[in-house]
């Protein structure tokens, strides 16, 4: 919408402050929408949803994967001293 009435309005944030008025939302949020627009249609640089999307999956795996790390560490430090505390035999 901001776009296809941007030619009415003296500027893009003056299109914005009024469609976001109708629409009944702030105008930064609607700010917001027409930026990530313009990021995913490659207008404006910077990562687009998918983008983003990604790097929160890949986030999420390396804090799952530091977890089971951190885990596996102590059993196996669990298991190394009670290897040690054994008695021998002969």
């Known amino acids: 919408m ?3 009435h941007a030619a009415e309005h003296e500027s893009q944030w003056a299109a914005i402050v009024s469609i ?3 629409m009944g939302c702030t105008a930064e949020t609607l700010r ?8 995913d249609s490659g207008r404006r640089e910077g990562a687009t949803t998918d983008e983003k999307e990604r790097i929160k999956a890949l986030e999420r795996e ?5 977890q089971a790390n951190e885990i596996l560490r102590k059993a196996s430090a669990y298991f ?7 008695p021998l035999k002969r």
């Open 2 to 4: 901001v776009s296809e």
């Open 20 to 22: 976001a008025a109708k």
């Open 32 to 39: 917001r929408w027409v930026r990530q627009s313009e990021r």
């Open 62 to 66: 390396v804090r799952e994967l530091r």
């Open 80 to 86: 190394a001293q009670a290897e040690l505390d054994r």
